[in-house]
């Protein structure tokens, strides 16, 4: 496996074999790609995420405007903060393939810290929440970050897995008022 960033562009990407992955900011030349992920959380009825996405069904280029907007700290919602959004895409066939939605909070969210990410349902329990994380703390270190912090639900086990197998240090545990679920904090020193 090889981990680096491309000459290209700051584009990070990991290789495998013929297969290679890559964290790229939303761009409309994946429109089909990335609605095939809404559709996959329309599939396994998550609407949690597909809150999240749906919007790129029906306005995909107004979607695409929104993520750049909210990266810049442009219409974002009140009480919300600038964050930029990353799709980890697979290259290895003749079309490209979203499989997860990376986010970086550019200041800590008290509730939410610094990442989120998650993987589309059809990609989940095959090492791809490792592989976003991974490059996600890579995007976030070359952007000059010294630590990130993280939250997850106390029953999701397999990204708590992931993040405490990344170098996660466990800070604390919190009722989330949003959701009213029980979260726990980590930080990761880059």
């Known amino acids: 496996m090889v981990l680096g960033l491309k000459h290209t562009s700051s584009d990070l990407y990991l290789k495998e074999g013929t297969m290679t992955l890559q964290l790229v900011e939303p761009c409309l030349e994946l429109k089909q790609a990335f609605q095939e992920v809404s559709w996959d959380y329309i599939h396994h009825k998550d609407n949690y995420y597909l809150n999240k996405y749906k919007a790129a069904l029906d306005d995909f280029e107004g979607y695409i405007t929104e993520l750049i907007n909210t990266s810049k700290g ?107 679920e029980t979260r726990r904090e980590y930080v990761i020193t880059l």
């Not at 996600?136 to 993040?163: C, H, P, Q």
């Open 74 to 180: 442009i219409n974002i919602e009140e009480g919300w903060v600038p964050f930029t959004t990353y799709w980890l895409v697979e290259y290895s066939g003749e079309k490209p393939h979203v499989i997860g939605n990376f986010r970086l909070r550019h200041v800590r969210v008290e509730s939410a810290g610094h990442i989120g990410y998650d993987i589309r349902p059809s990609d989940r329990r095959k090492g791809y929440g490792r592989k976003i994380l991974e490059l996600g703390l890579a995007k976030a270190k070359s952007l000059n970050f010294n630590e990130v912090y993280l939250t997850v639900d106390r029953t999701n086990e397999s990204s708590i897995r992931i993040i405490e197998s990344t170098g996660g240090t466990f800070t604390r545990e919190f009722l989330d008022d949003e959701t009213s």
